[in-house]
């Protein structure tokens, strides 16, 4: 990414010029001179932070003598350097263009104080300039600026050249060869494509590098595997550290988990933080992998821990949380989020705006029956994406079972070309194609024609089996029937943002129909267990109780149990109770109270009439906002504006919209409101800029093979789109490991 030049009238950027661009100083005091010397009034309101991180003065805005040069490729000032050339005055020519940094008008006070600086500064220079005359003669008199030895720059210059190999090893995802058995420094941690990567520097010219290596022997390893991983892992915290520095300045985050992923070292998890940037655009990004050890208790410790210790994070500013997982694991995150929950009331338990609700709920269920479903459906999902032929054997047998309703059968055949396991009527869906699945595996496992290798054809038999079995049939469809309750409230729930505040409206009347089944459990466990028998009879599935259960009942010389009785017992009435549990659990009071705060955005607003009442709910964010005690006159003022706007005025339909709207800065507390509300996990993300992560993390893990994975590069790769400072990266390496360690 581009830096650019925050003087007024100066349009330089750093790809159009070879000029050195210096950030604002962090130290207060220099920074306000700074500001003050641009004469940019919109710079006032930011930080020394804020700006420090967001902009940049070209060199040309800086006396000669305030600007070092430490080594042919870095370019640094001195610590007392202001910069004091501007071009103030060509605006002037062409008063009707318009200037996005605007010049700030000065009064006689500002401009005999800046007078004064100036000749102060003047002094100094001169001063400076006296300095470096006489250390060009041989006197040392500068103390404010290193001057670097010879073997200084260049180990800075070898360093950096390492730097960018690592970087562009990371960025492109080349593929390793790791040896995670052997940690001793023969063995490299990146062996061919690392060695590669230098030589090629080193053939293009790579002076650096080539005095460095010049006297290797050809079959020696340039770089040892300790050094190797100093190297990624100064890159990996950087890059953390660029990311963490913006949640920080949000102050406000929701933190995201993902299911475990697999690396040569054990399992982890995906970690993210979402959260709203100082350009007020809503992202989630990847932060990094956490070992997946211990008990409940020692995952939420851990997790806790790592968050403010290690990134340097409040939890107390920690607003939501969503996990993403199923089965053992979806057990224990749950278990963890209620441990976070009961420290931190506020970081609420949501589902992630990337999953459906319905399929949140099952994958929550800790029915062996059920996670057996959703574990089938995944293999049913990756089993046919693996070839187009297979696709096409589907189809087939669609179009053979369809053949008196063409119609369905084409539907049929355009939903699971789709990710249809991640829809909100998944289980609908795999109800319909439950007859063509079955055809079309035993279809391939039979493999008349010699159609399929051994790897497909046994696929194949194995989900045949779990198809074929009346347990699966029976929880699948007792799924589809007790999910059909939460099927309409978790599509809204993933809709628009008017979608979601009704939805939080109609929980009250989810719960109230979850309930109703419940009370009436044998009536509606009948119609379902028929439903159940009638498909497994047209696939010819004989109706029997799990094997399992019948040999404890052996065991135990119990009364025999009917096969209705028995799933209504231990598969629909448990079923029920965990969903209906579960709602009440992650749409908790302070959850609905936000959600309904979603009235904040003008086109809720007008929906209902500008007859909201925001009052009620905000006290849940109260001690959050800027100015709590003006709220209720503020949102008073809120109303009235969007009530009484222009005919031409368009209603911000979303939270981002209005967030973005120019007149939003006036009313603080609605901003800080919105805000908070955009980073909880359970709204969608606008367009495709906070799903980035996860989307990149999924094709890290689809192209990279267990044995190569690499948690380092990992995070290089998925966040490649993150500025990434060499020269910030060599400065962390030599203070982190001592000069004669790195010769």
């Not at 005095?211 to 953390?240: H, M, P």
């Not at 099952?362 to 994406?385: E, H, R, W």
């Not at 007859?435 to 039979?446: A, K």
Request: hydrophobic share 40%; charged share 25%; glycine share 4%.
């Amino acid at each position: 990414m581009p830096n650019f030049c925050a003087a007024p009238n100066c349009t330089r950027k750093s790809t159009q010029s070879d000029l050195a661009f210096f950030r604002f100083p962090r130290d207060p005091e220099r920074c306000r001179l700074w500001v003050e010397n641009c004469r940019r009034a919109d710079l006032e309101e930011k930080t020394p932070d804020q700006l420090n991180k967001h902009y940049r003065l070209c060199a040309k805005h800086f006396e000669p003598a305030m600007i070092c040069k430490t080594s042919p490729y870095r370019t640094v000032l001195r610590d007392t350097a202001i910069p004091t050339i501007f071009d103030l005055t060509s605006h002037l020519s062409n008063p009707h263009s318009r200037h996005r940094k605007r010049i700030k008008v000065l009064t006689d006070e500002e401009v005999r104080k800046i007078k004064e600086r100036r000749l102060e500064s003047s002094i100094e220079q001169l001063l400076a300039k006296k300095d470096k005359s006489d250390s060009q003669d041989g006197t040392e008199t500068n103390e404010d600026v290193p001057q670097l030895t010879p073997h200084q720059r260049e180990l800075r210059e070898f360093l950096r050249s390492l730097f960018e190999v690592i970087l562009l090893i990371g960025k492109q995802s080349f593929p390793l060869s790791l040896n995670s058995k052997d940690k001793q420094d023969s063995q490299p941690l990146i062996m061919s494509t690392f060695q590669g990567l230098l030589e090629n520097r080193i053939n293009g010219g790579d002076e650096f590098l080539r005095g460095k290596f010049e006297a290797t022997a050809v079959n020696e390893e340039y770089w040892s595997a300790t050094q190797q991983r100093q190297l990624l892992d100064i890159c990996e915290r950087c890059v953390r550290e660029e990311l963490l520095q913006e949640v920080r300045e949000s102050r406000f985050f929701s933190l995201v988990t993902g299911e475990l992923v697999e690396f040569p070292e054990g399992q982890h998890i995906p970690l993210f933080l979402r959260f709203v940037d100082q350009t007020n655009t809503l992202r989630e990004e990847f932060i990094e992998f956490l070992s997946f050890e211990g008990e409940e208790v020692s995952v939420s410790d851990k997790l806790e821990s790592h968050i403010t210790n290690h990134w340097g994070l409040s939890m107390e500013h920690c607003r939501g949380q969503a996990h993403a997982a199923s089965g053992v694991l979806g057990s224990k995150m749950k278990a963890v989020a209620t441990q976070l929950i009961e420290k931190y009331p506020m970081a609420v338990n949501t589902p992630c705006s990337t999953c459906a609700l319905n399929v949140h709920l099952a994958n929550s269920i800790p029915l062996t029956g059920v996670q057996v479903v959703m574990s089938v459906l995944k293999k049913v999902d990756a089993f046919f994406k693996a070839s187009p032929l297979l696709q096409a054997e589907l189809d087939h047998a669609i179009s053979i079972l369809c053949h008196d309703n063409v119609e369905k059968g084409n539907d049929l055949k355009e939903s699971c070309r789709a990710t249809w396991i991640d829809l909100h009527n998944v289980f609908e869906m795999a109800v319909d194609l439950l007859e063509p699945l079955l055809l079309c595996m035993d279809s391939v496992h039979d493999n008349e024609d010699l159609k399929w290798n051994d790897e497909i054809t046994s696929d194949a038999y194995t989900i045949s089996e779990a198809l074929a079995d009346f347990e699966f049939v029976v929880t699948l469809v007792v799924l589809k029937n007790a999910l059909s309750f939460t099927r309409a409230f978790g599509k809204n729930l993933q809709g628009e943002t008017l979608d979601v505040f009704f939805a939080a409206s109609s929980l009250t009347a989810v719960l109230h129909s979850l309930h109703e089944v419940i009370d009436n459990i044998e009536v509606y466990h009948e119609f379902w267990f028929e439903e159940a028998v009638n498909l497994a009879t047209a696939m010819e599935i004989p109706v029997k109780i799990p094997r399992l259960f019948l040999r404890k009942q052996q065991a135990m010389e119990t009364m025999e149990i009917q096969a209705e009785s028995f799933f209504k017992e231990y598969l629909t009435l448990p079923v029920m109770e965990y969903i209906t549990q579960e709602v009440k659990d992650i749409f908790s009071e302070n959850h609905l109270k936000a959600l309904k705060c979603l009235s904040l955005v003008p086109a809720v607003m007008g929906q209902m009439k500008f007859n909201t009442s925001e009052e009620a709910h905000a006290d849940v964010f109260r001690s959050d906002l800027p100015q709590p005690d003006t709220l209720p006159a503020e949102l008073h003022c809120w109303r009235i504006k969007w009530k009484h706007r222009g005919k031409e005025v368009s209603l911000p339909c979303t939270i981002h919209e209005t967030l973005h709207h120019s007149d939003v800065k006036f009313f603080p507390n609605v901003n800080a409101f919105l805000k908070i509300l955009a980073s909880l996990p359970v709204l969608k993300l606008g367009g495709d800029q906070g799903e980035t992560g996860q989307k990149r993390l999924q094709a890290y893990l689809l192209d990279t093979p267990v044995s190569h994975r690499s948690k380092n590069l990992a995070v290089l790769n998925i966040n490649y789109h993150i500025k990434m400072d060499l020269e910030e990266m060599v400065e962390c390496y030599i203070k982190s490991y001592p000069e004669d360690e790195i010769d």
